[in-house]
């Protein structure tokens, strides 16, 4: 009895599952890790003005100001240095306009950056040209991005204190966040709040979630071309 009235339900399950299971062999499994790792960061979005959307991986992140921001730069350095604002107002200036391209499709044209470029900020700090990458952290206490130490030596991977024509505002990351011009948005991590030289390359937060570490926009359509300053 049990058997026989158990049976259709049986199948209508089994069926369902079949479902579903021809869908993840329609789309791979890979495909699938893709239209997740597409969908996850919607539910981060913000509205944003100006093409711009705004994303954080966290539901709310401390405000730090110009002046209670600190930047700790660790690892592989000849001294561990702790900068304020104004200690990254004192090293060399870099400014540079580039468009901002999310891998998920949106882009913002020509948009003015200025702050450190990182081969300044990591020489002030004496950090060993032998060390394979760096390491990211934000002050949200989740994202992290990383760089081989080649890509970071580009002096068009910047340290950004200013972001279309102003202070780089809370919602963009600010007081200060990275702008690695010729890599998708995902690299540009947001409320920077420790660089650590170290010895291999840690996948960063959409890395691990499927995300390339290889980040290049169009290496081959020239938009990898030297900053203006
Ligand atoms: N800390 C942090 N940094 C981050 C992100 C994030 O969610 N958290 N999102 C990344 C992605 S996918 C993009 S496209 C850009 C978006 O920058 P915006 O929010 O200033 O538009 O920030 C990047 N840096
Ligand atoms: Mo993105």
């Given at each position: 009895?049990?058997?026989?009235?158990?049976?259709?339900?049986?199948?209508?399950v089994v069926l369902g599952m079949l479902g579903l299971g021809a869908l993840g062999v329609a789309l791979g499994s890979r495909a699938q890790d893709k239209v997740g790792d597409v969908l996850a960061p919607i539910s981060g979005?913000?509205?944003?003005?100006?093409?711009?959307?705004?994303?954080?991986v966290?539901?709310?992140?401390?405000?730090?100001?110009?002046?209670?921001?600190?930047?700790?730069?660790?690892?592989?350095?000849?001294?561990?240095?702790?900068?304020?604002?104004?200690?990254?107002?004192?090293?060399?200036?870099?400014?540079?306009?580039?468009?901002?391209?999310c891998v998920t499709g949106w882009?913002?044209?020509?948009?003015?950056?200025?702050?450190?470029?990182?081969?300044?900020?990591?020489?002030?700090?004496?950090?060993?040209?032998?060390?394979?990458?760096?390491?990211?952290?934000?002050?949200?206490?989740?994202?992290?991005?990383?760089?081989?130490?080649?890509?970071?030596?580009?002096?068009?991977?910047?340290?950004?204190?200013?972001?279309?024509?102003?202070?780089?505002?809370?919602?963009?990351?600010?007081?200060?966040?990275?702008?690695?011009?010729?890599?998708y948005g995902y690299?540009?991590?947001?409320?920077?709040?420790?660089?650590?030289?170290?010895?291999?390359?840690?996948p960063g937060y959409w890395e691990l979630r499927g995300y390339d570490v290889d980040a290049w926009v169009g290496?081959?359509?020239?938009?990898?071309?030297?900053?203006?300053?």
């Open positions: 009895m049990d058997e026989v009235e158990g049976a259709p339900v049986g199948r209508r979005i913000i509205p944003a003005a100006g093409g711009f959307r705004y994303y954080t966290t539901s709310s992140v401390p405000e730090e100001t110009a002046q209670t921001y600190r930047l700790e730069v660790s690892g592989r350095v000849a001294k561990k240095r702790t900068l304020t604002m104004a200690d990254l107002a004192a090293l060399p200036q870099t400014s540079l306009t580039r468009d901002f391209q882009r913002v044209k020509d948009v003015a950056w200025s702050g450190v470029a990182l081969p300044d900020l990591l020489d002030a700090c004496g950090a060993d040209p032998k060390a394979a990458a760096i390491t990211f952290t934000s002050f949200d206490g989740v994202y992290t991005e990383s760089l081989t130490m080649e890509q970071a030596r580009r002096r068009d991977m910047l340290v950004a204190t200013s972001m279309l024509g102003g202070p780089v505002t809370h919602d963009h990351g600010g007081p200060v966040r990275l702008f690695t011009a010729p890599m690299k540009s991590l947001k409320w920077l709040g420790g660089i650590e030289v170290v010895d291999e390359v840690e290496r081959s359509n020239g938009r990898t071309d030297a900053p203006t300053s």
